[in-house]
């Protein structure tokens, strides 16, 4: 079955940087887009990026564009999330999550790594 | 970019209907996912494509979606149902994929 693991979260100053992975089994990784989504404590859930299958095409949301960068090795079936000059409202669980075909929506997620931004 | 509009919370009594709604210009002409969320744990996909269920879903979990309103309905709520409860939609004028507020569900 579908099985996707987060790690590399953890307590960071503002203005640092911090890399996320997701490693992925159970599924043909190399054939589905993957995305990041993450929920701050208490709140909603948040698309954060979005990567289609091969790594070539590549969407960030507005409040990340430009600091975080998504990237995949299919040879590793392993998802990244590198993320440069965090802020405290960056301080949420991040989730990857698995697309359910045609890059429209997530079917199966992780457990999720937390992040928090703090001095 | 595309707002979708979703209720804080619904409560209901078990064994009856619980009713979801999310609010968005003309989200009739898109597809429409919904998510649960219990505490602690992973959102699961619970419906997709406006009215498909996942086949580990259970058939009183139900979706549809018209004009600016899109709906899950639970029926024979059960206490395990309680959870949070989010639609989502990919935002095809932007490539963005968004997510609504979600709507707690209460079983009383």
């Known amino acids: 079955q579908v099985h996707l693991v987060e790690t590399g979260g953890g307590v960071v100053q503002p203005g640092r940087s911090l890399r996320l992975s997701c490693e992925a089994s159970?599924?043909?990784?190399?054939?589905?887009?993957m995305y990041w989504v993450r929920q701050s404590p208490g709140k909603g859930l948040d698309w954060v990026a979005t990567i289609l299958h091969d790594g070539r095409r590549i969407f960030y949301a507005d409040s990340v564009r430009g600091r975080f960068t998504i990237s995949r090795d299919n040879s590793k079936n392993t998802l990244y999330l590198q993320m440069y000059r965090l802020r405290s409202d960056d301080t949420a669980l991040y989730y990857c999550?698995?697309?359910?075909?045609?890059?429209?929506?997530?079917?199966?997620w992780g457990q999720g790594t937390l992040v928090t931004v703090s001095s | 970019s595309y707002v979708m509009t979703q209720p804080p919370s619904v409560s209901v009594a078990p064994g009856q209907t619980a009713t979801f709604t999310c609010g968005g210009d003309n989200i009739g002409s898109k597809s429409v996912q919904w998510y649960q969320q219990k505490p602690g744990q992973a959102p699961v996909l619970v419906v997709y494509?406006?009215?498909d269920r996942p086949s580990w879903i259970p058939e009183r979990f139900s979706g549809s979606n018209s004009g600016n309103m899109a709906t899950l309905s639970i029926s024979r709520v059960e206490v395990a149902d309680e959870a949070d409860y989010y639609c989502?939609?990919?935002?095809?004028?932007?490539?963005?994929?968004?997510f609504g507020g979600g709507t707690k569900l209460t079983v009383l």
């Open positions: 159970g599924f043909i990784f190399s054939e589905n887009a």
């Open positions: 989502q939609v990919w935002d095809t004028n932007y490539d963005i994929w968004k």
């Open positions: 494509d406006d009215d």
């Open positions: 999550a698995k697309d359910a075909g045609y890059a429209q929506f997530p079917d199966f």
